[in-house]
């Protein structure tokens, strides 16, 4: 099976525009996501996908490979779609996030190895946040959480603290970690569909997957991420890299 991954960076973000080219303790924050993911041992190939010349013109410069996409994608998924479309020989896709610059590469092989061996159409990560409802990142609105079935499979996102905890000895809370990686014909299937309900209400794309049927399977990592959102997560990552 082959597996391309795919990273996602954008140089119009609203919040901070340029984001992939700011600089992390001496390097790009897409350098350093490269960097990362050139580790990995499952992957077959990899590419920046990106709406910028700027960005193709950087990427190609620490001898990375990238690749110009359209400026309208609505969502990252949508963007993973139209790069699928130029690699064809790829059976797989992974979605890894551009914009967390300590990225471990282990997650992802784990995510690989886990998505083919269980021949899952899409797959994810789930970081372990615990049973204490109290945790910060439980009642974070910008903490994705997820429940699971016993066999991985996902039965709901949200931005909401869930489960609710009615006994809390019996809550366990999981962070979503937003890699996704899918199969062709499920990439395909999601770019081909409109928006929905859950979706637009949550602000998550992977409910439009969800509530069309698509069974997303999760496994657990104890990778915990530092996203760059704005400029002032920089700082968090420069001290996260010690």
């Known amino acids: 099976m ?22 992390i303790a001496g390097m790009s924050m897409v350098q350093r996501v490269w960097t990362q993911v050139s580790r ?5 190939d990899a590419v920046v996908a990106t ?3 700027r960005i193709i013109d950087h990427v190609e410069s620490f001898g990375g490979r990238a ?4 400026a309208e994608h609505a969502s990252g998924t949508d ?13 797989y896709l992974l979605n890894i996030q551009g914009d967390e610059p300590l990225l471990d590469p282990q997650a992802i092989d784990d995510l690989v190895r886990a998505t083919l061996e269980k021949r899952w159409a899409m797959s994810t990560l789930v970081h372990p946040l615990g049973g204490d409802p109290d945790h910060p990142d439980v009642g ?34 999981f962070k979503h970690i937003g890699i996704y990686m899918y199969d062709r014909a499920t990439l395909a299937r999601l770019c081909s569909l409109e928006r929905t309900p859950l979706e637009a209400s949550e602000s998550l794309e992977q409910l439009r997957a969800m509530e069309n049927g698509v069974s997303i399977y999760a496994i657990e990592t104890s990778y915990n991420p530092v996203a760059v959102d704005v400029p002032d997560d920089v700082l968090r990552a420069v001290e996260r890299l010690g």
């Not at 990995?40 to 077959?44: D, G, K, V």
């Not at 963007?79 to 059976?91: L, S, T």
């Not at 429940?147 to 019996?170: E, H, K, T």
């Open 79 to 91: 963007r993973i779609g139209e790069v699928a479309e130029a690699y064809p020989q790829m059976d």
């Open 51 to 53: 709406e910028d010349q």
């Open 2 to 23: 082959q597996v391309l991954g795919v990273i996602p960076a954008r140089y119009a973000s609203t919040r901070f525009p340029g984001k992939p080219l700011a600089d």
């Open 140 to 173: 974070n609105p910008n903490c994705v959480k997820a429940v699971m079935a016993r066999d991985g499979q996902a039965l709901y996102f949200s931005r909401s603290p869930i489960p609710y905890p009615r006994d809390a000895s019996a809550a366990r809370y």
């Open 40 to 44: 990995c041992s499952t992957l077959t």
């Open 67 to 70: 690749i110009m996409t359209s």
